[in-house]
């Protein structure tokens, strides 16, 4: 199974910095990357898939980089409404796994 | 517009069994690889299987944790995916969301149903 390791699980950010978030897989997952925010007590939104690639409706601010083992998610000028826990998703194998989530706490 | 609504959640005693369901519309059902993903209170996502679409035989694959206690199924004709879970423990707890699978991605998710294991 492919492991992927986020490795903060949380931290505290302020309204208006960049905030980057990491992705480690155990192995190659060739950009088979997606990043799902989710709030309490709602199912998680699909925000990146392909690594980089954005959903439709998902602000500009949100972008996703990176190759091989090795991913980001980036948040350029946090809001109010990003506030919330991020989770990394590996499709390159089934079975298909999480990473333990990053949850953004306001200062 | 895409829907999912799972219902069938409760309070279950150890060694029970209870059957999830997802009632889908606005997409051709039998399409779609259909996932369930479950999220203990507190914790990560965990992906459970899926079952896959038409053009794929609607064959199915579970992760190493629920295979051979739990089975996904799909009733074609009415668009509703099904998770039966038998041989249930206390880990087993948690909000179990059903979601329209594209290519491995999660685009589309139900609400989700909670489900208590608990004497």
């Known amino acids: 199974d492919i492991q992927m390791t986020q490795s903060s699980s949380s931290f505290s950010v302020s309204l208006g910095d960049r905030v980057t978030i990491t992705c480690k897989a155990s192995?190659?997952?060739?950009?088979?990357l997606a990043w799902y925010q989710q709030k309490p007590g709602n199912a998680p939104r699909l925000l990146i898939s392909g690594a980089t690639s954005l959903e439709t409706g998902v602000p500009s601010r949100f972008s996703g980089s990176g190759s091989g083992k090795d991913y980001t998610l980036s948040i350029t000028s946090l809001q109010t409404e990003d506030v919330a826990t991020y989770y990394c998703q590996q499709y390159w194998s089934t079975p298909l796994t999480f990473g333990a989530g990053t949850k953004l706490e306001l200062k | 517009e895409v829907k999912l609504v799972e219902s069938g959640g409760g309070l279950v005693q150890p060694g029970g069994s209870l059957r999830l369901s997802c009632a889908t519309s606005?997409?051709?059902?039998?399409?779609?690889?259909m996932s369930w993903v479950r999220q203990p209170p507190g914790k990560a996502l965990e992906w459970l299987g899926f079952?896959?679409?038409?053009?794929?035989?609607?064959?199915?694959e579970y992760s190493a944790s629920v295979k051979g206690r739990f089975t996904i199924s799909r009733d074609n004709s009415q668009s509703i995916l099904y998770l039966q879970m038998n041989t249930l423990r206390a880990e087993d707890s948690a909000t179990y969301y059903c979601a329209r699978d594209g290519h491995g991605r999660f685009a589309y998710w139900g609400q989700g149903t909670l489900v208590t294991v608990s004497a």
């Open positions: 606005g997409f051709t059902f039998t399409d779609y690889y």
């Open positions: 192995e190659d997952i060739y950009n088979r």
């Open positions: 079952i896959r679409n038409k053009a794929n035989g609607y064959t199915t």
